[in-house]
């Protein structure tokens, strides 16, 4: 299983059992290697788009009221920023 950032993964070996596990042979540190034909590559480019994995019920990506944010701040502002687009539609509305 591999996690963390794309830059610097993190790669987890699972065992069925603690028996099977020869602690001579793999510890922490040691080189990982693995199948290059069944492994899956990261457009780096795409790093710094934010997105999510997470869908709603009709299997889309989560619309911009429904998204959760990390960070106070970031999320103070979309907030702001869809507030203000939500009073813009309702003027243009009402004319």
């Not at 963390?4 to 001579?24: C, M």
């Not at 990982?32 to 034909?37: G, L, T």
């Not at 709603?56 to 009221?65: A, L, R, T, Y």
């Not at 990390?70 to 979309?78: L, P, Q, R, Y």
């Amino acid at each position: 299983e591999i996690f963390g950032p794309i830059y610097e993964p993190f790669y987890v070996i699972k065992f069925n059992s603690p028996e099977l596990i020869d602690k001579d042979r793999f510890v922490v540190g040691n080189l990982v290697f693995y199948a290059v034909e069944s492994s899956k590559t990261v457009d780096r480019s795409v790093c710094h788009v934010k997105g999510s994995d997470a869908s709603n019920m009709f299997d889309e990506e989560p619309g911009e009221d429904e998204i959760e944010y990390s960070d106070d701040e970031e999320e103070a502002e979309a907030k702001k920023k869809l507030k203000g687009r939500k009073n813009k539609s309702r003027a243009h509305a009402s004319h």
